[in-house]
């Protein structure tokens, strides 16, 4: 897994020493999706943090008349 990203983005906040380093890689799971795949339903938990490597994902709502309303949008280094 490439890590480069979401490390450059959390040294831009703090430094991290190298064991701190080592954890947080221990614990990533790179996991591609697929286009229209819903990563969770409503009233699910959800159980990780997303950091978008690449491409784009989108948070919406569905009302009892079936209308989406988009929440946000996230891209490339975005969590």
């Given at each position: 897994?490439?890590?480069?990203?979401?490390?450059?983005?959390i040294?831009?906040?703090?430094?991290?020493?190298?064991?701190?380093?080592?954890?947080?890689?221990?614990?990533f799971?790179?996991?591609?999706?697929?286009?229209g795949?819903?990563i969770?339903?409503?009233g699910?938990?959800?159980?990780?943090?997303?950091?978008?490597?690449?491409?784009?994902?989108?948070?919406?709502?569905t009302?009892?008349?079936?209308?989406?309303?988009?929440?946000?949008?996230?891209?490339?280094?975005?969590?």
């Amino acid at each position: 897994m490439n890590s480069s990203l979401i490390f450059s983005q959390i040294n831009n906040i703090v430094t991290l020493n190298e064991d701190e380093t080592k954890f947080l890689e221990s614990i990533f799971i790179a996991r591609p999706f697929k286009r229209g795949e819903i990563i969770v339903k409503s009233g699910d938990i959800a159980l990780y943090l997303i950091y978008m490597n690449s491409g784009y994902i989108m948070t919406y709502f569905t009302n009892k008349e079936g209308i989406d309303y988009v929440i946000q949008f996230a891209t490339t280094e975005w969590w």
